[in-house]
């Protein structure tokens, strides 16, 4: 499985941004999507996911400015981000798992996220 994001930049304190992400190859159904970030001298964390299902988890940190979407049929994800802050700037990683047999997690390549204040 790859994983290809894209949409990452440079915004201001209080503008929005769109992640996606379109997952490729052997990719089945019952996976859980989703974004993580990691911000200088700090550790990755969990950003939003959701399942196949449509079930959806956030950070508390994003809940609410944050939305998570995915399309099935096209194996993408999306990161729709609003009320952008500093403190949301991090590289940002597009990731898939599936908890049953074929178990796998995959991670995309990261793209920057800069909030300007």
């Known amino acids: 499985v790859q994983l290809q994001a894209s949409g990452g930049g440079l915004v201001q304190s209080g503008g929005s941004l769109r992640l996606s992400c379109a997952a490729s190859g052997s990719v089945f159904g019952a996976s859980v999507m989703g974004w993580y970030r990691q911000a200088p001298g700090k550790q990755r964390e969990l950003v939003a996911t959701i399942t196949s299902g449509g079930n959806t988890r956030y950070a508390d940190s994003v809940e609410g400015r944050f939305t998570i979407s995915r399309d099935n049929t096209k194996n993408t994800v999306r990161l729709q981000m609003s009320d952008l802050q500093p403190e949301d700037t991090a590289v940002y990683y597009c990731?898939?798992?599936?908890?049953?047999?074929?178990?796998?997690?995959?991670w995309g390549q990261g793209t920057q996220v800069t909030v300007s204040s």
């Open positions: 990731n898939i798992k599936r908890l049953v047999t074929p178990v796998y997690t995959y």
